[in-house]
């Protein structure tokens, strides 16, 4: 019976971070197309901003936890719509790196005031305390779910260089 009870808590809490998820990218969907962009432009705005320069489309890609084939594609749309360019280093002619032009920096400012404001918005009414304890359970989750999507890979190295990552991202990003 106990074993019972504590599967479909399981499952619920699986299942109540899916939909959190999904409710939480079709809002942001929403706040960045007011702005005249898709989540995924923004995300790729954001990474090519706030990674170190140069940037190449595979460290967005990592970055972003998608595929290379993916974000190339998403780039080729941005480079068309005038929001990046494409530089082919000068070094290594197979490499090409990604730079946001004037045009996306006047979507991505506002971009971001307006995915500030949702996040106060929608975090307002959460206490200080149970946002710390809702990450602490997130950062858990996450640690989990490493060795599940690659086994032979050193967790305790990712999870360093995610949190590293994602403060960097925060700082740069809270500028």
């Known amino acids: ?6 599967e479909n808590l399981d499952w619920k809490l ?29 995300q790729v705005l954001t990474a090519t901003k706030y990674l ?23 780039v080729d749309r941005m480079v068309k719509a005038g929001l990046l360019r494409r ?7 197979r ?19 307006a995915a500030r404001k949702f996040a106060q918005q929608t975090m307002l009414s959460i206490p200080y305390e149970d946002k710390h304890t809702f990450t602490s359970l997130s950062e858990m989750i996450n640690y989990k779910l490493l060795p599940y999507l690659n086994p032979e890979a050193d967790t305790e190295v990712i999870l360093k260089n995610d949190i590293r990552r994602r403060d960097t991202l925060m700082k740069r990003w809270l500028k």
């Open 87 to 93: 530089v082919r280093d000068r070094g290594d002619r």
């Open 52 to 74: 170190d320069a140069p940037v190449r489309i595979t460290d967005i890609a990592q970055w972003l936890e998608r595929s290379t084939n993916s974000v190339s594609m998403i």
């Open 14 to 42: 699986l299942r109540m971070v899916y939909q959190t998820y999904t409710r939480v990218k079709s809002c942001l969907d929403h706040v960045f197309a007011e702005q005249g962009l898709t989540s995924e432009q923004y």
């Open 95 to 113: 490499v090409v790196n990604v730079f946001i032009t004037s045009k996306g920096e006047k979507a991505f400012k506002p971009a971001t005031i």
């Open 1 to 6: 019976m106990v074993n019972s009870k504590l």
